[in-house]
């Protein structure tokens, strides 16, 4: 195979993947340290977790600063564009136009009428119970006093998957999954490699294959995803230029001479 037209073969190779959504890997980490935290009969200690995915100290978790881009939602947008659409399209009959609208609405909005996660709602409530007894926890516990390390989610949560070397860039990455996910959603990659990473980003797009699709693999990835990487955690960048310097094919000093060679003769 040849990358890029380059004069360099290299081995294209499979690196499997798992995605998730961001919201559902915060509310897991919520919902492992309010256990971890009721187990030690210690007050509830969450601001490393806000640090960590740089959300609004001050706001609450369900609050829109905290909420809303945890899980890009495009209904609204969707349903304005539409609309507009159907305003301007005069050959509809108005009784079909206004079923065929509500039919719409019903189907966009489902995700906005959504409730906050669960986890979000119980660690307000017990932050607030704190307050109200003087609970306030200024002072992490020292069972808390520790760099916050991010995990994945309950398994039901995970998407497993594939890529192949080729469609990871720097800005953007393809992949294969098993889930679907949601133009704007915010995602999280981890690539499954002898030294495993994780990386946020944002969907572009989510496309379905074909049952016939003559794609094997045991995962069964039925979907097509192209992701932006956001870089919203630090060191995401640095880990991923390293990787990608760590997979650039190298050429021997042999060839490297012979190629000097020949342009200094100019051939």
């Known amino acids: ?41 210690v007050p509830l200690f969450i601001d490393d977790i806000k640090k960590f995915y740089n959300l609004n100290m001050k706001a609450p978790l369900t609050d829109s ?49 959504k409730e906050p996660p ?13 307050s109200l007894q003087g609970l306030e926890n200024k002072k992490p516990a020292d069972i808390l006093i520790r760099p916050y390390k991010r995990q994945a989610p309950d398994l039901e949560r995970i998407s497993y998957g594939f890529c192949f070397l080729s469609d990871i860039h720097m800005d953007n990455l393809l992949t294969f999954t098993q889930g679907k996910f949601l133009q704007g959603q915010s995602v999280v990659v981890e690539f499954l490699i002898p030294q495993s990473f994780m990386m946020t980003a944002e969907v572009i797009y989510c496309h379905y294959y074909a049952l016939r699709s003559r794609i094997i693999s045991s995962t069964k990835p039925d979907y097509r995803v192209q992701s932006q990487f956001k870089f919203a955690i630090p ?11 760590s997979i650039e094919s190298t050429v021997s000093d042999k060839k490297a001479k012979k190629e000097t060679k020949d342009e200094s003769l100019g051939i």
């Open 118 to 130: 669960k986890a979000f709602n119980e660690a307000e409530e017990i932050l607030a119970e704190q």
């Open 65 to 113: 600063s905290n909420v809303i881009p945890l899980h890009g939602n495009p209904a609204s947008n969707d349903l304005n564009s539409l609309m507009a659409s159907l305003k301007e399209d005069e050959k509809i009959p108005e009784p079909e136009k206004s079923q065929s609208t509500q039919e719409v609405i019903a189907s966009l909005s489902e995700g906005e009428a």
């Open 1 to 41: 195979m040849i990358y890029n037209k380059s004069g360099h073969p290299v081995e294209v190779k499979k690196i499997s993947t798992r995605m998730w959504g961001l919201r559902d890997e915060i509310e897991a980490a919520l919902e492992r340290r309010i256990k971890e935290c009721e187990a030690a009969s």
């Open 235 to 245: 060191g995401e960048r640095d880990t991923l230029r390293n990787f990608l310097k």
